[in-house]
């Protein structure tokens, strides 16, 4: 009967029947997705294997949101940084400026489409940089069916087996570097490199964790830093920043005493050396304590300052009531080390453009 049929409707008979054997073989209930390749790897902050939990599809569009499908997945093995949930957009909404108001359009890489993945299925995911969001706007860079890859040499499987992503490195790609950090497990301290080209520029260990504030660790460009830091470095720079959660002696930090402290610092990514050191109470709404200012150009420290509440002495200072939070701003010079000059201030948001009253102490 086959004999009968025209060549085009034999190619179509074909098709169907490999397609059919290859859907009952693999066990396919969704389309196996293309192949992974060492270029995506090369990119990625980490692989995973997962199990779709749920897809609920949620239209945002009523509120200026999108028409989305969130994604629930249970990770069953992985390396580096992985995601527990991805985020569809199925329709864009919203109320968009006119094309003419509209900034120059950014290639942004969608590997998921809506119908992808189907619940109960596993996968093997490829995850993106938090810093390579602009190109992978779902934060994934590639996807296969688990079942396509079944008796297969895989080099997903090989990443897990090896723990390629310990590291959980962060390409930023604007800049060209690559963020890696590696925790002890017991809590005792943490390494941060910063990597160009697969060859390591420099790496530190930093005594304590690192926080769980948003952002840790992350690279950017001083265009995100204000002055007069930014006012210190080339266009071309980079400046990585970490937070850690430590405990400090007692007067480490100009007179701070003993206990647990987040130390926030900046550190120039391409050498090293530290830009500002900040320490702040060991809680979520930031209250800072002290700050340093180091000179990029010799490594010393040209500022330091001094946040202080104290709960007398307001109205001798030219306040309203005793209590009183007080600044003192200590400046150094950067070739020598030594000491200009010191000021100290009075913190008034009614009277002073930039919160603070210089005062006589």
Not at 39 to 55: D, F, M, N, P
Not at 93 to 104: A, F, T, V, W, Y
Not at 302 to 310: E, F, G, H, P, S
């Amino acid at each position: 009967m086959i004999s009968r049929l025209s060549r085009r409707t034999k190619i179509i008979v074909i098709a169907a029947v490999v397609v059919g054997a290859l859907a009952i073989l693999y066990r396919l209930d969704s389309p196996p997705g293309p192949r992974i390749d060492e270029e995506h790897l090369a990119r990625a902050s980490g692989v995973a294997l997962v199990r779709v939990t749920s897809i609920e599809r949620v239209d945002e569009r009523p509120s200026d949101g999108n028409l989305v499908d969130n994604i629930g997945l249970e990770v069953i093995k992985s390396s580096g940084v992985v995601r527990k949930s991805l985020r569809i957009v199925v329709a864009e909404g919203g109320m968009r400026p006119p094309p003419s108001q509209r900034p120059p359009p950014i290639e942004r890489i969608r590997p998921i489409k809506p119908g992808d993945l189907v619940e109960g299925q596993r996968y093997w995911l490829v995850f993106s940089s938090e810093m390579d969001r602009k190109r992978y706007a779902q934060g994934v860079i590639a996807w296969r069916h688990a079942a396509a890859l079944r008796g297969r040499s895989s080099s997903l499987a090989k990443a897990v087996r090896d723990d390629r992503y310990r590291w959980r490195p962060q390409l930023n790609p604007e800049i060209g570097l690559t963020l890696e950090y590696l925790v002890d497990p017991g809590g005792a301290d943490w390494v941060v490199r910063i990597v160009r080209e697969g060859e390591i520029l420099w790496s530190e260990t930093l005594p304590g964790a690192p926080s769980d504030l948003n952002w840790n660790p992350w690279l950017f460009s001083p265009s995100h830093v204000g002055p007069p830091l930014a006012d210190m470095l080339p266009d071309d720079a980079a400046i990585l920043l970490t937070r850690t959660r430590c405990e400090l002696p007692a007067d480490a930090e100009a007179g701070l005493p003993a206990g647990e402290y987040f130390v926030e610092q900046q550190w120039d990514a391409l050498d090293g050396s530290v830009l500002t050191r900040k320490v702040f109470r060991p809680q979520t709404s930031r209250v800072e304590l002290n700050n340093r200012l180091y000179d990029p150009a010799t490594d010393r420290q040209i500022q330091l300052t001094i946040y202080q509440w104290r709960e007398s002495g307001g109205k001798e200072a030219g306040g309203e009531a005793d209590a009183w939070y007080r600044r003192e701003v200590r400046r150094y010079d950067g070739k020598t080390g030594g000491h200009i000059d010191t000021k100290v201030y009075r913190h008034d948001s009614r009277h002073a453009p930039d919160g603070w009253v210089e005062i006589d102490e």
